[in-house]
């Protein structure tokens, strides 16, 4: 089975997806600075635009751990040679090394710590890489997946537009991998298990694939395979699974979205008044914008 993905001719209506929906529902006054910062006066696009670029810790941990995967699914498509576990591991080392010595963090921008702990870092990063070369997906990869490997989507391009139900919409998946007649999707997770928008995650990457690929429902087998603390996976039954009421939750959320726009159909916001903070310890402990929200927590 060949995969090629369909490309969309662009057009600036404001299009659905679980991130941006996530942001939108936490807070709105993050959702504006997230996505609208070019029509923000409140404050200057430089700074907006600084603190978008702000990163975490946990952040950068699933960067690394991702990339290292990629650059290794790369390989195994030129050569199935046994992985070299010390250059394995090493590569990961360099990684950490250069991702957490280029970027600004929020924890230490915020001033949460002098800088991140490192050897807590390193100790994750090669907890979540031993858990994937020693779990079944890597094995299940070298002895059935590779007969296909000509054909594996890994980290494709671009953001993963989409069309479900007919609304534009991205779904940005980490693996595609053909296997005889089926198609299954991998998605690695660092960060802790959340059932529940993980499934919903899946089913968007099932309705997408089916979408693209014009590939029946029942072909496709979506799984998030958890890497930390321990090896687990998530998996759903795209067959069985009613999709018109996820259907049904993209078009609410994303009629929701549009209601704070004042022309969707171009992506032009309202103002940034009518995007209400959401003030919560938790919440704008977490959010990269908080100085532009409580003045007294900017830095110096």
Do not use: H, M, Q
């Given at each position: 089975m060949e995969l090629k993905y369909e490309s969309y001719q662009f057009t600036p209506v404001l299009g659905w997806s679980i991130s941006r929906y996530e942001v939108f529902d936490k807070c709105k006054r993050q959702y504006y600075y997230s996505y609208y910062s070019k029509y923000c006066s409140a404050a200057p696009v430089y700074k907006i635009n600084k603190l978008k670029e702000l990163t975490s810790v946990p952040l950068e941990i699933g960067n690394v751990v991702h990339d290292v995967i990629e650059t290794f699914l790369h390989r195994l498509q030129k050569s199935d040679r046994d992985i070299d576990e010390s250059r394995f591991f090493e590569y990961a080392r360099t990684l950490v090394s250069k991702y957490f010595t280029e970027k600004t963090f929020m924890e230490v921008y915020y001033g949460v710590t002098d800088n991140p702990d490192m050897e807590k870092v390193f100790q994750k990063v090669d907890r979540c890489l031993e858990?994937?070369?020693?779990?079944?997906?890597?094995?299940?990869?070298?002895m059935a997946a590779i007969r296909n490997r000509n054909n594996w989507m890994i980290?494709?391009?671009?953001?993963?537009?989409?069309?479900?139900d007919g609304l534009k919409a991205y779904c940005k998946m980490d693996f595609l991998l053909p296997v005889d007649n089926e198609v299954h999707i991998l998605d690695w997770k660092t960060g802790s298990k959340d059932p529940l928008k993980h499934a919903s995650q899946l089913l968007g990457y099932a309705a997408a694939?089916?979408?693209?690929?014009?590939?029946?429902?029942?072909?496709?087998?979506?799984?998030?395979v958890y890497l930390h603390p321990?090896?687990?996976?998530?998996?759903?039954?795209?067959?069985?699974?009613?999709?018109?009421t996820l259907y049904a939750t993209i078009r609410e959320q994303t009629s929701e979205m549009y209601g704070y726009c004042d022309d969707f159909e171009k992506n032009?916001?309202?103002?940034v008044e009518s995007f209400p903070m959401n003030p919560s310890p938790s919440l704008c402990r977490q959010c990269k914008f908080q100085e532009l929200c409580f003045p007294e927590r900017k830095p110096g």
């Open positions: 858990n994937f070369i020693n779990g079944p997906i890597y094995s299940w990869i070298f980290e494709p391009g671009g953001f993963g537009e989409t069309r479900l694939t089916n979408n693209n690929f014009n590939i029946p429902l029942k072909n496709i087998f979506p799984k998030i321990v090896y687990d996976e998530l998996e759903v039954a795209c067959a069985k699974l009613d999709f018109s032009i916001p309202k103002s």
